[in-house]
């Protein structure tokens, strides 16, 4: 079993940036995805960035540009964000998993909120 934390979400004015990270109780050098969803109230949860073991990374359209996700070291990944708008506000959560085909690891979520 594999723990996961996010911290780093927080209130933030339209225009600003905010950089999440999620830390694992092991080392998850060898996982081969790790990726950021988010939530937004009343929808689907919905993937924004994700980036493999080889460090190839994807983005979602609406994120792309703005978020940057990276490995930080054996234990850490983070998400950075800039330019962030009112439609980004959601809990954001942490997934990790060692293989493609395995069902991963979710962490609790942090809560983002873009308002003026």
């Known amino acids: 079993q594999v723990l996961l934390a996010e911290s780093g979400g927080g209130l933030v004015q339209p225009g600003g940036s905010l950089r999440l990270s999620c830390q694992a109780s092991?080392?998850?050098?060898?996982?081969?995805?790790l990726t950021w969803f988010r939530q937004a109230p009343g929808k689907q949860r919905e993937a924004v960035a994700s980036?493999?073991?080889?460090?190839?990374t994807q983005y979602s359209d609406s994120v792309r540009d703005r978020f940057t996700i990276s490995r930080d070291n054996a234990r850490t990944m983070s998400l950075q964000m800039n330019n962030l708008k009112p439609t980004d506000t959601a809990v954001y959560y942490c997934?990790?998993?060692?293989?493609?085909?395995?069902?991963?690891?979710w962490g609790r979520g942090t809560q983002v909120t873009v308002s003026s």
């Open positions: 997934h990790m998993r060692e293989t493609i085909d395995s069902p991963g690891y």
């Open positions: 980036i493999t073991h080889t460090g190839r």
């Open positions: 092991q080392v998850i050098f060898n996982f081969q995805m």
